[in-house]
Structure formats: C-alpha cells, structure tokens
C-alpha cells in the first residue's frame, strides 16, 4: 500500500484544514502522530462506518488508546463482519481500528489473535504497527510467559517490523500501557525473546531491544547489567555496542 510522501504536521494545533478533512474522511492515511491525534473518530467512523455512528459516541477527551478501544467495540457491537475492509483501507487509522477489532473478538484465544495480527505488525505504516501491539498489549499483560512462548518465532522473523513488535509487545514498562510486573521483576523470564535480537541489524529492532532493557533496568539493575557485560564479552557487533550503550543510558 502506497504512503503519501509529505512532511506532516508536528503539532495538533498546526495541521492544515484541509489535510484534516481528508484524515476525517479516511482519505490519506497520518503522515505524523500529531495528525492521529487530532483526527475526529466520530467524523471518521460517520464517513467509513455510518451504521456504527448512528448508536455510538465516541469521547474526544478520552485518550487516544482509550478512543481505539472504544470504536473497536463499537464495531463489534454492530455484529458485521467488517475486518477485511478494515484491514485494507487506505486509512492507517482505520488499519489500526482494525487491530483492535482482531484482538478484542471474544471467539478467537489469545494464540489465533496474535497469528493473525502479524499482518498488523508488519503494516507500512509505523502507525498501525504500533497500534497493533498496543491492542494486544492487555492480553499480554494477563498472560505474559505465553505471550514469550508464542512469539519466539517471530524474533527470527525475515521482517524488521515483526521482530520489532515481539520486543515492543512486552516492554516491562511499555508506553501507553500497562506494565508488566514479571517483566520488571524477573527480566531473565523474557531472555527467549531477547537472545535472538541483540545483533539485529536493524536499528528499528536495536532501539526496541535497548528500550526493553533500559525498561527493566529501572527495577532489576543487576540483572541488565550483568546480561550486558555478557554481551560485551569478545567481540561484539556494532549493533549489540549500540544496544548496551542505550539500554544503560540511565546508569551513572
């Protein structure tokens, strides 16, 4: 799927009207986090979805996972089957309301959702991408060393973004999301995850890997100190000195 090749808006407050309409509509897809956030989901949905506008609501105060979740919901509500026309659109945040439909229907187990939300994971755009981990993130809290079980295989995945999103998916901390107190207590439960990519060549990945520790360090200092001077041993690659020199970044 093609992305529009154009600079974005910075701000909420400096989107271009126009460029805002287009979002509304479903259009174009975000060109930057600041167009998401200032795209009105009830315009959106009333546009794309109007048999979901006619019984919902959606709070423009709520934050924008909440406002995800919420128009997942919404949609499920309605009883049709409209994840393949989600997953196609040509909107990124459609793409993502997607993601949360897929990981909130109630008839698939928590293995059957995160097979499917590969496709998510690997969307073009670095929007969908991060919301598919977000929408699985609740789940992953719930079952944290299942989560670890089943997405050993994507860590060796030939795709960045896939590899990407095993790490991100189950940060200690993560970002707008609940932490993961095995995780924060206990990182070494999550080293079959780790192993695999502490060379990626990758830098989306190395980031990933380096915020993961840095993460954990936070509460088990030892243990991340203790793996990256294992790392540090020999000769290691460019990638994994980048990844120790960013997971330690907070050490003094």
Same mark, same amino acid.
């Given at each position: ?6 600079? #974005? $808006?910075?701000?909420? *407050?400096?989107? /271009? +009207?126009?460029?805002? @309409? ?8 975000? %060109? ?65 309301? #997607? $993601?949360?439909?897929? *990981?909130?229907? /109630? +008839?698939?187990?928590? @293995? ?8 998510? %994971? ?73 192993? /695999? ?56």
């Amino acid at each position: 799927m093609a992305v529009e090749k154009r600079k #974005g $808006a910075a701000r909420i *407050a400096d989107v /271009p +009207e126009d460029i805002l @309409a287009k979002l509304n509509a479903g259009h174009i897809e975000a %060109a930057t986090l600041s167009e998401n956030l200032a795209t009105d989901f009830n315009a959106l949905l009333a546009s794309v979805l109007p048999q979901v506008i006619e019984t919902t609501t959606i709070d423009p105060k709520a934050g924008i996972t909440k406002r995800m979740a919420a128009a997942a919901e919404a949609i499920i509500a309605t009883g049709d089957d409209v994840l393949p026309m989600l997953q196609s659109h040509r909107s990124d945040l459609i793409r993502g309301w #997607g $993601a949360y439909v897929l *990981a909130a229907l /109630p +008839e698939l187990t928590f @293995a059957e959702k995160l097979m499917r939300m590969r496709d998510f %994971a690997d969307d073009t755009h670095f929007g969908v991408r991060e919301w598919a981990w977000l929408a699985m993130r609740p789940q992953i809290v719930k079952q944290p060393e299942d989560a670890v079980a089943l997405l050993q295989p994507w860590v060796t995945d030939g795709s960045e973004n896939v590899r990407r999103f095993a790490i991100e998916a189950v940060r200690p901390r993560g970002v707008w999301s609940a932490h993961i107190a095995l995780f924060k207590s206990q990182p070494e439960t999550a080293r079959a995850l780790l192993d /695999p990519v502490t060379s990626d060549p990758a830098r989306y990945v190395q980031d990933s890997v380096a915020n993961w520790l840095n993460d954990a360090w936070k509460t088990s200092p030892e243990w991340v100190e203790g793996y990256c001077a294992t790392l540090a041993q020999g000769q290691p690659s460019d990638a994994t000195q980048y990844i120790i020199k960013r997971a330690l970044r907070n050490k003094k």
